[in-house]
């Protein structure tokens, strides 16, 4: 499967949510640049096994993941090369070092972190392109070893956003409310902010009251809420204004009139009922006139 697209139409964390549910497996390449006519295009390469993310770098050679470890003064190109030959091509580069004691589980944490890095940071771009191949062969030399499911990936990178203009038209409006869809407990990792929100999840008070109970800026109630709705949690509703709440046609006209009482104001309209069948016809003869004289 292929799937060339314009992130105005998918968002990155669109896509990642129909990676993650779907459980593709493949390469995600996505090329993006500032708004600026001197901007260069960035690029970023993304592989998936199963919806799971496995590995990320900017770099089309395969040598992002050596490249870092070289940085780090943990080994040289040379080292790697050779103990990488050591091992099955098949086996992932970080866990080949690490059988063999050259990496420790904590390196490899960072190397991977690092990868998600360069995720988190395409978030903030609202334009640019994609190309999402599902034959795309998965890189050895570019895996830790380590995976993590692609919504796993993108709420983590939301949370971090301070930058949510590419994502400001999908918020849930302040003035609507969310309503939980999946029974029970929520099975994905939520932070304390999101589980807050989601104890308001009835459809019964809007997030812009949520925020003012919570004592928090709307926007930010407005992001956790979408943070939800991405992994399939909850949904927006609007707000249903309760019937009682609404004036009565008594309520009404005493609104226009508060000093009539309503008899008289019945009589009124009544008189005023009989006034217009009075001039009705009048009106109806000189339309029938006027039309006439056009013939």
Not at 120 to 147: C, I, N, Q, V, Y
Not at 258 to 284: C, G, N, Q, Y
């Given at each position: 499967m292929t799937l060339a697209s314009s992130l105005e139409d998918f968002s990155l964390a669109e896509l990642f949510r129909m990676i993650d549910q779907g459980h593709k497996s493949g390469r995600l390449t996505i090329w993006v640049s500032a708004n600026s006519p001197t901007s260069?295009?960035?690029?970023?390469?993304?592989?998936?096994?199963?919806?799971?993310?496995?590995?990320?770098?900017?770099?089309?050679?395969?040598?992002?993941?050596?490249?870092?470890?070289?940085?780090?003064?943990?080994?040289?190109?040379?080292?790697?090369?050779?103990?990488?030959?050591?091992?099955?091509?098949?086996?992932?580069?970080?866990?080949?070092?690490?059988?063999?004691?050259?990496?420790?589980?904590?390196?490899?944490?960072?190397?991977?972190?690092s990868?998600?890095?360069?995720?988190?940071?395409?978030?903030?771009?609202?334009?640019?392109?994609?190309?999402?191949?599902?034959?795309?062969?998965?890189?050895?030399?570019?895996?830790?070893?380590?995976?993590?499911?692609?919504m796993e990936v993108v709420l983590s990178g939301l949370r971090t956003l301070k930058n949510w203009h590419a994502l400001a038209d999908a918020l849930p409006t302040p003035d609507s409310a969310i309503q939980n869809i999946t029974p029970g407990q929520p099975q994905i990792r939520l932070n304390a902010r999101e589980w807050q929100v989601w104890e308001f999840a009835k459809g019964t008070v809007s997030l812009q009251d949520i925020a003012i109970q919570l004592n928090q800026p709307t926007t930010t109630i407005q992001q956790?809420?979408?943070?939800?709705?991405?992994?399939?949690?909850?949904?927006?509703?609007?707000l249903v204004v309760c019937k009682s709440s609404l004036p009565s046609p008594v309520d009404?006209?005493?609104?226009?009139?508060?000093?009539?009482?309503?008899?008289?104001?019945?009589?009124?309209?009544?008189?005023?009922?009989?006034?217009?069948?009075?001039?009705?016809?009048?009106?109806?003869q000189n339309l029938v006139g006027f039309l006439r004289s056009k013939s």
């Open positions: 260069e295009t960035q690029t970023c390469y993304i592989w998936f096994r199963q919806g799971r993310v496995v590995a990320a770098s900017d770099r089309p050679d395969g040598q992002g993941l050596t490249s870092k470890i070289v940085e780090k003064n943990w080994l040289s190109q040379r080292v790697i090369e050779r103990l990488h030959g050591l091992s099955s091509s098949e086996i992932p580069l970080g866990l080949a070092l690490k059988m063999q004691g050259a990496l420790q589980a904590e390196q490899l944490n960072w190397l991977f972190m990868q998600m890095q360069h995720i988190w940071k395409l978030l903030e771009f609202r334009t640019g392109r994609f190309d999402l191949d599902g034959k795309a062969s998965l890189p050895s030399t570019e895996m830790t070893g380590l995976s993590t499911p692609a956790a809420a979408f943070r939800l709705m991405l992994a399939g949690l909850v949904e927006e509703i609007p009404e006209l005493d609104m226009l009139a508060p000093a009539t009482s309503l008899s008289d104001l019945l009589d009124k309209r009544k008189s005023e009922t009989a006034e217009k069948s009075r001039v009705s016809p009048s009106l109806l």
